[in-house]
C-alpha cells in the first residue's frame, strides 16, 4: 500500500482540453516512469528471499506481482532502445565513433564494480564461487549474487547497436541498421532460448521496439490516438487473457512468453500518453535506476545470510534503507570516476541519451 501511494503520488491525468500529453517520451517523463518499475523491482527481489504467507494482503501482492511479471522490466529496455534511436539523431556520426567508450565501456566498468562489491561480500560470508562464474559474472554471464542477466542484455544490445549502425551509417540508411539490428535481436533471443533461461530473452525485443517507435513515433501515435479507448482496452485484455492461458504450460514452453511484454510495453506507453506519474521519489529512483537496480541484492543477501527472512517487514524496511544511500554513494563515486577516465567526454550525447 505505500508503495502504491508513493508511485500514485502527484499522478495525474491528462486535462481535457489536451486529450494527450505530447511530452510523455520527455527524458523527465520516463525518468518518473522508470522510477515506478525499479520500486516494485525491488519488491520482486525481496519477495525472492522471502515465503508469502496465505494472509490475504499477500496473496493479492502474489497476483499483482504474477501479473506483472518479467514485464516489470521491459520499460527499461525500451526507453533504451529509444533513447539511442534518439541521441542517435541528434547527435549523428560522432555519437556513433564514441559509443565504444562513451557507452559500452562505461557501462561494463560501472557494473564490474558493483560485481566487484558483489565478489567481496561472497569471499566475507565464504559463500563458495567457481572460476567460470567469478569470469563470466564480469559480463554478467554468471551471477554472483547479482541480478547479472539485464546488464548482460544491455550490453549485447549497445554492441548490436553500435555495430549495425555502423554498418548503415548514414541517415538515409538508417532504418536499413534498425532492421538488421531487429534480425540480430531475433537471432540472438533464439540462442538464449537454447542456452538460457528465459529472462535472458524474455523482453529483449522491446529495444528493437524502442527503436522502431523513434523512426515511426508520429505515425504511431496518429494511429493509436484516433481509436485510442478500444485499442487500449482491447490490448490490455489480450495481455491478460494470454497471461491466464499461459499460466499452464509456461513452465514447458517458456518462450510463449515473449509477446506478453511487448503487448504489456504497448499498453505502458498508451497510459503515459494520458496518465502523468511524476513525484520527486519516482524522479530519484529513476536517475539512480543502474545503482538501485544493481545494489540491492546487497543488503538482502546480508540480511538472508543471518536468517532475517523470517520477519518480512524487518527484511524489507532494513533492504530499503541500505540499498538507497549505497546507491547514492556509489554513484556519487561514479561521478568523480568517469571524468578522470574521460568517459563523460561527450556529455551533450549522454544527457540526451535516455540511457
Same mark, same amino acid.
Given at each position: 500500500?505505500?508503495?502504491?501511494?508513493?508511485?500514485?503520488?502527484?499522478?495525474?491525468?491528462?486535462?481535457?482540453?489536451?486529450?494527450?500529453?505530447?511530452?510523455?517520451?520527455?527524458?523527465?517523463? +520516463?525518468?518518473?516512469?522508470?522510477?515506478?518499475?525499479?520500486?516494485?523491482?525491488?519488491?520482486?527481489?525481496?519477495?525472492?528471499?522471502?515465503?508469502?504467507?496465505?494472509?490475504?494482503?499477500?496473496?493479492?501482492?502474489?497476483?499483482?506481482?504474477?501479473?506483472?511479471?518479467?514485464?516489470?522490466?521491459?520499460?527499461?529496455?525500451?526507453?533504451?532502445?529509444?533513447?539511442?534511436? /534518439?541521441?542517435?539523431?541528434?547527435?549523428? /556520426?560522432?555519437?556513433?565513433?564514441?559509443?565504444?567508450?562513451?557507452?559500452?565501456?562505461?557501462?561494463?566498468?560501472?557494473?564490474?564494480?558493483?560485481?566487484?562489491?558483489?565478489?567481496?561480500?561472497? $569471499?566475507?560470508?565464504?559463500?563458495?564461487?567457481?572460476?567460470?562464474?567469478?569470469?563470466?559474472?564480469?559480463?554478467?554471464?554468471?551471477?554472483?549474487?547479482?541480478?547479472?542477466?539485464?546488464?548482460?542484455?544491455?550490453?549485447?544490445?549497445?554492441?548490436?547497436?553500435?555495430?549495425?549502425?555502423?554498418?548503415?551509417?548514414?541517415?538515409?540508411?538508417?532504418?536499413?541498421?534498425?532492421?538488421?539490428?531487429?534480425?540480430?535481436?531475433? !537471432?540472438?533471443?533464439?540462442?538464449?532460448?537454447?542456452?538460457?533461461?528465459?529472462?535472458?530473452?524474455?523482453?529483449?525485443?522491446?529495444?528493437?521496439?524502442?527503436?522502431?517507435?523513434?523512426?515511426?513515433?508520429?505515425?504511431?501515435?496518429?494511429?493509436?490516438?484516433?481509436?485510442?479507448?478500444?485499442?487500449?482496452?482491447?490490448?490490455?485484455?489480450?495481455?491478460?487473457?494470454?497471461?491466464?492461458?499461459?499460466?499452464?504450460?509456461?513452465?514447458?514452453?517458456?518462450?510463449?512468453?515473449?509477446?506478453?511484454?511487448?503487448?504489456?510495453?504497448?499498453?505502458?506507453?498508451?497510459?503515459?500518453?494520458?496518465?502523468?506519474?511524476?513525484?520527486?521519489?519516482?524522479?530519484?529512483?529513476?536517475?539512480?535506476?543502474?545503482?538501485?537496480?544493481?545494489?540491492?541484492?546487497?543488503?538482502?543477501?546480508?540480511? /538472508?545470510?543471518?536468517?532475517?527472512?523470517?520477519?518480512?517487514?524487518? $527484511?524489507?524496511?532494513?533492504?530499503?534503507?541500505? +540499498? !538507497?544511500?549505497?546507491?547514492?554513494?556509489?554513484?556519487?563515486?561514479?561521478?568523480?570516476?568517469?571524468?578522470?577516465?574521460?568517459?563523460?567526454?561527450?556529455?551533450?550525447?549522454?544527457?540526451?541519451?535516455?540511457?
Amino acid at each position: 500500500i505505500l508503495w502504491l501511494l508513493v508511485i500514485f503520488w502527484r499522478s495525474r491525468p491528462v486535462p481535457k482540453s489536451e486529450r494527450f500529453y505530447s511530452d510523455y517520451m520527455d527524458p523527465a517523463r +520516463t525518468t518518473a516512469i522508470k522510477g515506478v518499475f525499479i520500486l516494485l523491482i525491488f519488491l520482486t527481489h525481496s519477495e525472492q528471499y522471502l515465503t508469502l504467507s496465505d494472509t490475504l494482503p499477500d496473496q493479492i501482492y502474489a497476483i499483482i506481482r504474477l501479473g506483472f511479471g518479467q514485464s516489470v522490466v521491459t520499460a527499461f529496455f525500451f526507453y533504451s532502445g529509444y533513447g539511442l534511436m /534518439e541521441s542517435l539523431h541528434r547527435k549523428g /556520426e560522432p555519437y556513433l565513433r564514441a559509443f565504444p567508450k562513451a557507452r559500452i565501456f562505461k557501462t561494463l566498468l560501472h557494473f564490474d564494480l558493483a560485481v566487484l562489491l558483489y565478489l567481496i561480500l561472497d $569471499f566475507v560470508l565464504d559463500i563458495p564461487l567457481t572460476t567460470g562464474e567469478i569470469i563470466g559474472s564480469l559480463i554478467g554471464w554468471e551471477s554472483v549474487g547479482n541480478s547479472a542477466w539485464f546488464i548482460f542484455d544491455i550490453l549485447v544490445a549497445y554492441v548490436m547497436f553500435y555495430v549495425c549502425f555502423r554498418a548503415f551509417p548514414e541517415q538515409t540508411q538508417w532504418k536499413k541498421g534498425a532492421l538488421l539490428f531487429t534480425v540480430c535481436s531475433v !537471432v540472438f533471443v533464439i540462442l538464449m532460448i537454447l542456452f538460457r533461461e528465459s529472462r535472458y530473452y524474455n523482453t529483449f525485443l522491446c529495444v528493437s521496439m524502442g527503436i522502431w517507435f523513434s523512426q515511426y513515433r508520429l505515425q504511431i501515435e496518429r494511429f493509436v490516438q484516433q481509436r485510442f479507448l478500444p485499442l487500449l482496452l482491447g490490448l490490455a485484455a489480450l495481455y491478460v487473457g494470454g497471461g491466464v492461458l499461459l499460466m499452464r504450460v509456461y513452465d514447458d514452453y517458456e518462450y510463449l512468453y515473449i509477446p506478453l511484454p511487448l503487448l504489456f510495453l504497448t499498453v505502458l506507453i498508451m497510459v503515459t500518453m494520458v496518465w502523468r506519474f511524476d513525484n520527486p521519489v519516482l524522479q530519484y529512483f529513476g536517475s539512480h535506476l543502474f545503482s538501485v537496480f544493481i545494489l540491492m541484492r546487497l543488503p538482502m543477501t546480508v540480511l /538472508e545470510y543471518y536468517g532475517v527472512t523470517d520477519h518480512v517487514g524487518l $527484511f524489507i524496511a532494513v533492504s530499503f534503507a541500505v +540499498t !538507497v544511500p549505497l546507491a547514492h554513494v556509489f554513484d556519487a563515486a561514479l561521478k568523480k570516476l568517469d571524468p578522470a577516465l574521460h568517459l563523460d567526454r561527450l556529455r551533450g550525447a549522454e544527457e540526451s541519451d535516455q540511457k
